[in-house]
């Protein structure tokens, strides 16, 4: 699949330089509004710091706008949810499942016309960081990531490009952060954990804070990890009626 959006990668994909300030990379928000207001308002975000959401802001959850609205204001990495909408601009409401359809009746064109600008990844140059929605193949520059993998990526088996959810994996294909050893540490949402995911190469940051999880952010240069817990189980818990994979590190996900 190929996706010119960040070929040439574009400006809003590196960050200016700067002398101070953190970046806050935040996870999976499924329409988690007030998780997000107070995990922000926790980290005291100033003007100063870089806010970047990892995409999946909205569906499942209870204030999908609101969590647009406030991403707008920061920056994002396209997640699939985002890439589904986009791809179903033009179905009619009643074609598209319950679930996405209620969010398409509270977006409007500017929301969607946001949605078509973000990015595919992020680079955070100063801390050696990359931002994307799920994750990566080794061994390719990350603009040579073909776009299904960023977004998408869970079990694969490289030099293979396809990927499994860990529920449906064959025998031998495994989590892709066991794969990645760089360039950079990527950071990522998209797979529930029982735990932030924190390994040499990739920290993953979806505590399924629409499940009644929580709502977590990695903070930089630091690498500190920062969660509040879900107000309630908006959606339903990933871990009762699904089952628990092993990553990586003894952190599992939830398939
Ligand atoms: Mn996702």
Same mark, same amino acid.
């Given at each position: 699949?190929?996706?010119?959006?960040?070929?040439?990668?574009?400006?809003?994909?590196?960050?200016?330089?700067?002398?101070?300030?953190?970046?806050?990379?935040?996870?999976?928000?499924?329409?988690?509004?007030?998780?997000?207001?107070?995990?922000?308002?926790?980290?005291?975000?100033?003007?100063?710091?870089?806010?970047?959401f990892v995409g999946d802001l909205v569906d499942r959850g209870p204030a999908r706008r609101e969590c647009v609205e406030l991403a707008m204001q920061h920056e994002c990495v396209l997640g699939n949810h985002e890439e589904n909408h986009l791809r179903q601009r033009r179905r009619p409401l009643e074609k598209m499942k319950p679930d996405h359809a209620a969010t398409r009746r509270v977006l409007e064109d500017v929301h969607l016309n946001w949605f078509?600008?973000?990015?595919?990844?992020?680079?955070?140059?100063?801390?050696?960081?990359?931002?994307?929605? *799920?994750? $990566? #193949? @080794? /061994?390719?520059? %990350?603009?040579?990531? &073909? =776009?299904?993998?960023?977004?998408?990526?869970?079990?694969?088996?490289?030099?293979?490009?396809?990927?499994?959810?860990?529920?449906?994996?064959?025998?031998?294909?495994?989590?892709?952060?066991?794969?990645?050893?760089?360039?950079?540490?990527?950071?990522?949402?998209?797979?529930?954990?029982?735990?932030?995911?924190?390994?040499?190469?990739?920290?993953?940051?979806?505590?399924?804070?629409?499940?009644?999880?929580?709502?977590? *952010?990695? $903070? #930089? @240069? /630091?690498?500190? %990890?920062?969660?509040? &817990? =879900?107000?309630?189980?908006?959606?339903?818990?990933?871990?009762?009626?699904?089952?628990?994979?092993?990553?990586?590190?003894?952190?599992?996900?939830?398939?």
């Amino acid at each position: 699949m190929s996706d010119a959006r960040n070929n040439p990668a574009p400006p809003s994909a590196t960050s200016p330089p700067r002398a101070f300030g953190r970046t806050i990379v935040v996870g999976d928000l499924h329409g988690c509004h007030d998780e997000a207001r107070e995990l922000l308002s926790r980290l005291a975000v100033t003007s100063s710091d870089r806010v970047v959401f990892v995409g999946d802001l909205v569906d499942r959850g209870p204030a999908r706008r609101e969590c647009v609205e406030l991403a707008m204001q920061h920056e994002c990495v396209l997640g699939n949810h985002e890439e589904n909408h986009l791809r179903q601009r033009r179905r009619p409401l009643e074609k598209m499942k319950p679930d996405h359809a209620a969010t398409r009746r509270v977006l409007e064109d500017v929301h969607l016309n946001w949605f078509a600008s973000l990015p595919l990844w992020v680079e955070v140059p100063d801390a050696n960081a990359l931002v994307v929605h *799920a994750g $990566v #193949l @080794p /061994d390719l520059p %990350i603009h040579e990531q &073909p =776009a299904h993998s960023l977004l998408h990526a869970q079990c694969v088996r490289p030099p293979d490009r396809k990927s499994y959810w860990p529920s449906k994996a064959p025998e031998g294909w495994t989590f892709w952060t066991n794969h990645w050893k760089g360039p950079g540490r990527v950071i990522f949402g998209h797979t529930v954990l029982d735990r932030p995911l924190v390994s040499r190469h990739a920290v993953g940051i979806d505590t399924g804070c629409v499940h009644g999880g929580s709502l977590t *952010a990695v $903070v #930089l @240069p /630091d690498w500190e %990890i920062v969660s509040v &817990p =879900a107000r309630r189980d908006y959606f339903g818990p990933k871990g009762s009626g699904v089952a628990r994979y092993p990553v990586m590190n003894g952190v599992s996900c939830f398939s």
